[in-house]
């Protein structure tokens, strides 16, 4: 704590340097975060009896004319917060970097991150929400030749914690615009290709004999073009045959031996107040992780719960909703091989999801006095087809077809302004969620929820804003409501609460009848920002953009502020 306290010092003191630097002395400039909860009572969490928890995070840079030197400081006290990676303890260096930046040139040396197309083969990043960061540390040199071409090389070891991966990351990525080479007037073509290598020593403990190797590389390339209202991007990714792993015992398989590999294509059009957009993926034993088997971290838990040591990112291609209990079954990308039971074996996923957003014109039938807005969005995922085997595990895939149905989320979003203080959302969702088999859990779930938010705004920085909402479903926890009420008095200042009932629940009633109610406030000035809560926070999925991670039922208070310099 010591060395937390003296951070604290240390970047309050930026603050009266900060403005009054000269320009050939550089410049200071950086971040301060902190999330604090002080937990009033939690469940399932008996191997961590600590009730205050935070996670704080200190970013320091130095710019100095072509120079760039940075370092980020976590302290978790005394843990961190609940269901975070065990490997976030203590107060330490996380990590640190120098960057040189010329007009064509680019190098890095230390932490760095990086993402190669979309992701599938390489992303290395941050969400301090959801306790990511998988960093690499190394090197990374970015060259740019000229305007229309780019080129990108790294070495490195993937963070964990406050340490790295025993396995060693090495790749490169190019990108080319072809648009003048093509002598193209109206259109416009851009193509890449990306290489990402993991080298991981084989433990002959663990497997004898083995029929994969010790390197196992990935490779993608990738298209997009788009002209006049036209627009669509092709990416195809492959990674070489290596072990697979068994997330039940954490083991690798020296037989069950299968290369990966992923399709993705895009298209749409946008034209006088219509848009439609198109997505289809289909996705292959494509985990790749920095080492082949995963830290054990807790009963029935592995390091691969917390996204730790992830080479790559699969994105769930969803809607991403802000009605809250539209995100109590939220679709998690499914994009490796994952052997349950032998009812439940899967090998990826084949999907996509329709994207419709039209406007119809003031002064219309439809579009009154200031306009109306309809949003319509289908997303459909499921296993890939084939010939599925327990015992040996082994599988064979068909390229077209479906299998086993994941999820479905079919929805209408209708956003209309009555006048010029008030305007109002109505959202349709219906969902389907198979939990035995996008979770472990013995029923899948559909649902219909209905949802309706209404914001006035009394002057530029007065508003309220209050919306309710309803969920139909026929089995895990059944039917839920809810609503929220959020009142800003001006750009600085706001108060809102939240509740949450699951109310239909029959078979834990008198446990799980409850409010899961939370009422709060948050200041802000520049750019610094604190907010302060008091409820219950809602056991299961949290999640971020697609991303999810678990969280225990708890009650507490929770605190967080964070400033920029």
Known sequence: MKLFNFILILNLSFFSVTGQEKKDTGRFFGGFETNAQRYLEFENDEDSPEYFRSNNYLQLNYELKKWTFGMQVESYAKQALLNYYPGFDGTNVATYFAKYKAKKLEATAGYFYEQFGSGMILRAWEDRSLGINTALRGGK?????????????????????FNVSKGQLYGFDMEANMTDWLSFEEANLEIGFSNVNRYEKIDPSLVSNPNFNPTTRAFSFRSSFSQDIFYSSFEVNYKSKDATLNRIDSSISNNFINDGNALQFNLGIAK?????????????????????????????????????????????????????????????????????????????????????????????????????????????????????RAIPAQYETNFFGVGEKYFSDCNVEVKKQFTENSRASF???????????????????????????????????????????????DADFKNWMGGSMEYNFNEKFSIYALDLVNYGNTKDKEEREKHYLTVGGAYRKGSTRVSLGYGRQRGGLVCVGGVCRFVPESTGISLSFNTAF
Do not use: C
Request: proline share 3%; no cysteine; charged share 20%.
């Open 427 to 473: 959202l349709y969702v219906n969902q389907y969620y198979n939990k035995p088999w996008v979770e472990d859990a013995s029923h899948a779930v559909n649902t219909n929820i209905f949802y309706v938010e209404w914001i006035y705004s009394m002057t530029n920085s007065k508003s309220i804003r209050i919306d309710a909402e309803h969920m139909w479903a």
């Open 272 to 388: 006088d107040g219509l848009g439609i957009d198109l997505t289809f993926r289909r996705t292959e034993n494509m985990l790749f992780t920095s080492e082949r088997i995963p830290e054990a971290v807790g009963l029935n838990q592995s390091s691969l719960d917390y996204s730790d040591k992830v080479i790559n990112f699969t994105p769930a291609l969803t809607k991403q909703h802000h009605s809250n209990l539209a995100n109590i079954y939220v679709y998690q990308a499914q994009a490796g091989v994952e052997f349950k039971s032998n009812e439940i074996m899967k090998s990826g996923e084949t999907g996509g999801q329709i994207d419709v957003v039209y406007e119809f014109a003031k002064d219309t039938k439809f579009g009154g006095k200031y306009g109306t807005k309809l949003a319509l969005n289908y997303a459909s995922w499921y296993n890939l087809p084939g010939t599925y």
């Open 141 to 161: 040199i970015f060259y740019k030749p000229t305007k229309d071409i780019k080129f990108k090389a790294f070495y490195g070891q993937q963070r964990s914690g």
